[in-house]
């Protein structure tokens, strides 16, 4: 129901919208560290290496 330009499936847990990424690094093993504004329960969130290219 959301739109997809805005919004992106991060993994199982987070739903995130292209406005709350603050930064993005790569993090280990191919994956990416989101970081997010405003924060959140665990301050970053972490997108599989499958999805790393989609993103």
Sequence with gaps: MLNPADFYRANRSYLVHAKAVTAIEPYFGG?????????????????????ANAF
């Design 31 to 51: 994956k990416l560290l989101l970081h997010l504004s405003p924060k959140t329960e665990h301050n970053d969130v972490v997108v599989p290496k499958q999805k």
